[in-house]
């Protein structure tokens, strides 16, 4: 972790808590706030060090938007086209967002790779879109469990960030793209990386983002790390480098899991 980029803990929970489970986790986060955190982790997420983000099921979106007003989580969605309407039947639009007042997306998740046909290009085409429409983007990118065995874990990082990323990024884009490494053989399986594998690749994507933007660009993009992230290892891999925070699976799920994640971000600082 860098303390100039700050850290981001984000909370995916792909297909799981609809607008019941959502606003009772939005109370109990509320309710044990201030119980579970200490001053020195809501101080760093009052000034902005220390960002706190849930991308809901797409039904879940409105509720999670009210339920979690006036705390200082923010609301995300999973999947988002890239155009901004048309006939596209099932998926949501920016425009859509927007109008709930949502201001996060996720692109690219290995989930939508693997399953819905997601591919570098569209992946690309959605991180643009949503970057230009003035969204948050995450952009995620990983390795399957072959790719790794067999070697060819940067080749594959390589080949994901330059036909996913744009060419070029303006001043407004650094501001609002955030990158996540997650290593599809550590999603859900119980397995993560070590502090040292993810560094590792987290480095790999650094130097490839200097190579491609520039330095003092590279400098200020954070670099989350996803795959069976808990608060027992959280500080572990925070303490890393180039690892500014974690896009959560399971373990944001429940509120007194995302709060320890909080926490244990939080007592870094």
């Known amino acids: 972790m860098d303390s100039k980029r700050g850290i981001l803990i984000a909370g995916n929970w792909k297909m799981n808590l609809g607008p019941k489970g959502t606003q009772e986790f939005a109370s109990h986060l509320r309710t044990n ?17 220390l960002g706190a983000h849930v991308f809901p099921a797409s039904i879940s979106l409105a509720p999670a938007k009210e339920a979690f007003a006036g705390t200082s989580v923010s609301v995300g969605a999973q999947n988002v086209h890239y155009e901004e309407k048309g006939a596209f039947t099932g998926e949501i639009s920016g425009p859509m967002l927007k109008e709930i007042g949502l201001e996060w997306t996720l692109v690219g998740h290995s989930e939508r790779r ?19 429409q003035g969204f948050h983007v995450v952009f995620c990118f990983g390795e399957t469990r072959s790719e790794r065995e067999d070697g060819r874990t940067n080749s594959v990082l390589e080949t994901q ?3 996913g990323l744009p060419e070029k990024l303006s001043g407004s884009d650094v501001e609002k793209l955030v990158l996540a490494y997650e290593p599809v053989w550590a999603i859900g399986t119980g397995l993560t990386a ?14 490839f983002l200097i190579d491609r933007y520039g330095r003092e660009i ?13 608060p027992e ?4 891999l925070l303490a ?27 007592s870094l600082f």
């Not at 706030?33 to 060090?49: C, E, F, H």
């Not at 590279?218 to 808990?230: E, F």
């Not at 180039?242 to 909080?262: I, R, T």
């Open 33 to 49: 706030w201030k119980i579970s955190l200490s001053d020195k982790t809501r101080a760093a997420i009052s000034n902005g060090k």
């Open 194 to 207: 070590t502090p040292e594998q993810a560094e590792e690749a987290h480095e790999y994507t650094r130097n």
């Open 233 to 236: 290892n959280i500080r572990g």
């Open 240 to 266: 890393q480098p180039n690892v500014d925070g974690g896009l959560v699976g399971g373990a944001s799920l429940k509120p007194e899991s995302f709060l320890s994640l909080l926490e244990g971000a939080g």
């Open 114 to 132: 693997q399953y819905f046909g997601e591919t570098d290009e569209s992946v690309r085409k959605r991180t643009e879109s949503h970057l230009r």
């Open 218 to 230: 590279a400098a200020k993009l954070k670099i989350l790390y996803g795959g069976s992230v808990t």
């Open 161 to 163: 960030l330059s036909r």
